[in-house]
């Protein structure tokens, strides 16, 4: 299972960006799908999540800001970003926990990182 994300970039304070993430590969079923994000000198932090039946959850930084949703026929995580702070500068990064085949165990999968940059 590989997962790519797309869709950082500057921003300025109070604008919008949409992320998005896709798992590719040998899938036979993901469940959870997440986003973290690591700011410099920072751990790494989870900022939401989904499940396979839609429940969400999220950080109290992101709360009624970000949305996270997921398309399951395209193995797609998606973050909507609003109202972005330069607090929110960090790179982000998706995670997903999926079976390969319905004979294997559930798996941590994580992608490459997407820079978000929020400044005026």
């Known amino acids: 299972v590989q997962l790519q994300a797309s869709g950082g970039g500057l921003v300025q304070p109070g604008g919008s960006l949409r992320l998005s993430c896709a798992a590719s590969?040998?899938?036979?079923?993901?469940?959870?799908m997440g986003w973290y994000r690591q700011a410099p000198g920072k751990q790494r932090e989870l900022i939401a999540r989904?499940?396979?039946?839609?429940?969400?959850n999220y950080a109290d930084s992101v709360k009624g800001r970000f949305t996270i949703s997921r398309d399951n026929a395209k193995n797609t995580v998606y973050l909507q970003m609003n109202s972005l702070k330069p607090e929110d500068t960090a790179v982000y990064y998706c995670?997903?926990?999926?079976?390969?085949?319905?004979?294997?165990?559930?798996?941590?999968?994580w992608g490459q990182g997407t820079q978000v940059t929020v400044s005026s």
């Open positions: 590969g040998t899938i036979f079923y993901i469940s959870t």
């Open positions: 989904i499940s396979s039946g839609g429940s969400t």
């Open positions: 995670k997903c926990n999926a079976q390969s085949r319905w004979s294997v165990p559930s798996s941590e999968y």
